[in-house]
């Protein structure tokens, strides 16, 4: 959990997109893991599979896949954010400080997972929507999504303890549709305008 | 009862039908409209199966059949048919491969089919997820920049907005964590219903706003509604039609789903639907201001659209009678807003803009598509004689009944700026203007249906509503009211 709180810190303040790639893939991984660790009690199979299915898609088939879109397209290394480096991670620390004012609120001992969870889950959250709102690139906004759902998948681990398969199921489905749907789009981006800066769509107004 | 799993396989089966090259647009789109009248007798069979029993259910209970689910499977099967029926004719000389549309477009029923059949609220916030994923392209047909980054705002906005929707439907799963095991019962309405009494008030009250901000992103409900202009102005007029008259009402189902489960956790504080109708008047006024400073014609009418899903909004929110009222405003909103995007569609191909100040004289062009676009403007704008306006007065009557004078003169004046903005613009489509006009145009077996029917229906409706409509929309709302402790806050 500190390692993933340290993670997000991380990407907030990188300023290359490659390295920015690897985190959020390593990132990725991370509550899959968590979650074997955790539950060697009762482990079965298909549970087994399930995490490995997550993980693979997660932590190797999208940065594949955002690689060569970086590639395809190529962009800069730099992310020409909206918002400085430094605010980012003053950001950072003030959505950790949020994020333990509302587990506070949220947080029940029926909850399975424990505080930190909730703390956890709901910082990434805020770091996926801040990385999205404050980021130029489409690619940039596609990991913003990513790292949200990364919180999202957290936060049903802690809160809803021993989770429905069927809600895990529908988490994995979102990442994977909406990424690859993204990364369709951000590919007929690039070809309509030769760049994949988003601050330029901005012909539609009123 | 398998009935229920015949709307999702059908169009299903059609759109990969679709994807088969048979070369030529004409084929192509004979077999869309096949495929979607197949599929809304389907739901006609449904329906005629259902009649009569209170809750039909499928083999794992994971579909679910009930009176409100009827209303809109009924509605959707309208604005289908009526927006295919006009897909013919607007892409009839279009060059590109159709296929690929036809293929979304038949998909993005069982998409929405399936939102509305579920009972499990996860299956219906992946409905949800679907027609995001699957609309997004259908607003990208026309190849352009702009069509793109309406687009692009369209997935990134509502894909963030559906996270949220997620978020709200864990916590809201998470409040009943101490009543028994946690199983894959936990997450159908039906259980739902009957155990949220006893669900923690503040995970839900969170619960609840996570829902909001998530699908009112996909309703269009102001401040969330900022993709909506440019996917509606961007996408062809049959899309454009079938977003403001269906897609934004199955992301309002989503919510008015979740309303009453809310509304029995708190005991009935009121405090769900007060929110929902604080934000349907925000949404009605700023709205409303929009459309007066409007160009383009397809933009004021995704405008008008947040207006009317904001009007819904404040309906549901004063509940009782008003929840039928705006059950009966989504009614005539599916049937005016297509039908005003038809003819503004077709216009716009005639003049090849939209911007109102060049299209005028519009009479002498055809005298149908005028007919079209005036009447549907003035129903949209809710005069007299049209239906909508029998189902905003009901709306205003409840507000009046229940005291709530804030939310009347709101709702009067977001109502009124919006009749003033859309009735001014549209008397110039008529007169004035000196510029030369297109040549005359002859109106198509499918354009006359998809233009008088709407019409008839809405002046019908204005002035006599039959027993059997009043019948089927009660007990769609029957199920709200009946679920909210106390009939209404």
């Given amino acids: ?206 | 009862m398998i009935w229920l799993y015949l709307p999702l396989g059908l169009p299903v089966f059609f759109a990969l039908i679709c994807l088969i090259p048979f070369n030529g647009t004409r084929r192509t789109l004979a077999l869309l409209f096949v495929g979607i009248a197949i599929s809304v007798s389907s739901i006609a069979v449904l329906i005629g199966k259902y009649e009569g029993a209170v809750l039909a259910i499928s083999g794992n209970s994971w579909l679910f059949l009930d009176g409100f689910s009827v209303f809109h499977l009924a509605v959707m099967s309208g604005v289908y048919l009526l927006s295919s029926l006009f897909a013919l004719s607007y892409f009839r000389n279009h060059d590109d491969d159709l296929r690929r549309f036809a293929f979304l477009w038949n998909l993005s029923f069982a998409a929405m089919a399936l939102v509305i059949l579920s009972n499990n609220v996860v299956l219906m916030w992946i409905g949800i997820e679907a027609t995001t994923v699957i609309t997004a392209f259908m607003i990208y047909t026309n190849r352009t920049g702009v069509a793109l980054e309406a687009m692009w705002k369209y997935l990134i906005i509502c894909s963030v907005g559906v996270a949220f929707a997620f978020i709200g439907t864990i916590l809201f799963i998470s409040a009943g964590s101490g009543l028994g095991e946690p199983s894959s019962g936990m997450l159908l309405w039906t259980w739902l219903r009957v155990n949220s009494v006893g669900f923690k008030p503040v995970l839900v009250k969170a619960a609840f706003i996570f829902l909001l901000i998530g699908y009112g992103t996909k309703a269009g409900i102001a401040p969330m509604h900022t993709w909506l202009p440019d996917a509606h102005s961007q996408a062809p007029a049959p899309v454009s039609a079938l977003f403001s008259g269906f897609l934004l009402n199955t992301a309002l189902y989503c919510i008015y789903r979740f309303l009453p489960l809310t509304e029995r956790a708190l005991g009935g504080t009121g405090w769900a639907a007060g929110i929902l109708s604080g934000f349907g008047l925000f949404s009605l006024i700023l709205a409303g201001g929009f459309i007066l400073f409007q160009r383009d014609l397809k933009r004021m009418l995704a405008y008008s659209s947040i207006e009317h899903i904001g009007i819904m909004c404040v309906g549901m929110g004063l509940g009782g009678a008003g929840v039928f009222a705006s059950l009966f405003h989504a009614l005539n909103h599916g049937l005016a807003k297509p039908l005003a995007f038809f003819s503004a569609g077709r216009f716009g191909q005639i003049y090849g803009t939209y911007d109102m100040d060049r299209i005028h004289n519009t009479g002498e062009v055809s005298k149908l598509l005028t007919a079209g676009l005036f009447g549907s403007l003035l129903a949209l704008s809710g005069a007299a004689p049209f239906a909508m306006f029998l189902s905003e007065l009901g709306i205003v009557r409840r507000a009046v009944e229940g005291g709530k004078w804030a939310v009347l003169v709101l709702l009067l004046l977001g109502a009124t700026i919006a009749f003033v903005g859309i009735i001014g613009r549209s008397l110039s489509f008529i007169f004035k203007g000196s510029d030369p006009v297109p040549s005359k145009v002859k109106a198509s077996f499918p354009e006359v249906v998809v233009t008088l029917l709407p019409l008839a229906i809405l002046l019908i409706l204005g002035v006599f509503m039959p027993p059997f409509l009043k019948d089927f929309i009660g007990r769609a709302a029957a199920i709200v009211t009946g679920s909210m402790p106390g009939g209404a806050p």
């Fill in chain 1, 1 to 206: 959990m500190i390692i993933f709180l340290l993670v997000n810190m991380f990407v907030l303040g990188m300023s290359r997109l490659r390295t920015l790639i690897r985190l959020t893939a390593f990132q990725s991984m991370l509550p899959g893991l968590y979650l074997l660790l955790e539950s060697r009690g009762h482990i079965t199979p298909f549970f087994v599979a399930f995490a490995a299915v997550t993980m693979i898609i997660k932590g190797i088939v999208f940065p594949i896949l955002l690689f060569k879109a970086i590639e395809r397209a190529k962009v800069k290394t730099e992310l020409e954010p909206y918002v400085g480096y430094g605010l980012s991670l003053l950001f950072g620390l003030a959505a950790a400080g949020l994020s333990i004012w509302i587990s506070g609120l949220l947080y029940s001992p029926a909850n399975t997972g424990g505080r930190l969870n909730i703390i956890v889950a709901m910082m990434t959250i805020f770091t996926g929507l801040f990385i999205l709102m404050s980021r130029k690139k489409a690619i940039t906004q596609v990991l913003g999504y990513i790292i949200l759902e990364n919180g999202i998948y957290l936060l049903g681990m802690a809160m809803v303890g021993g989770m429905p398969l069927l809600l895990e199921a529908g988490i994995l489905l979102d990442v994977f549709v909406g990424v690859f749907i993204m990364g369709i789009a951000v590919f007929h981006i690039n070809r309509q305008f030769d760049h994949i800066d988003v601050n330029e769509l901005n012909r539609l107004k009123g």
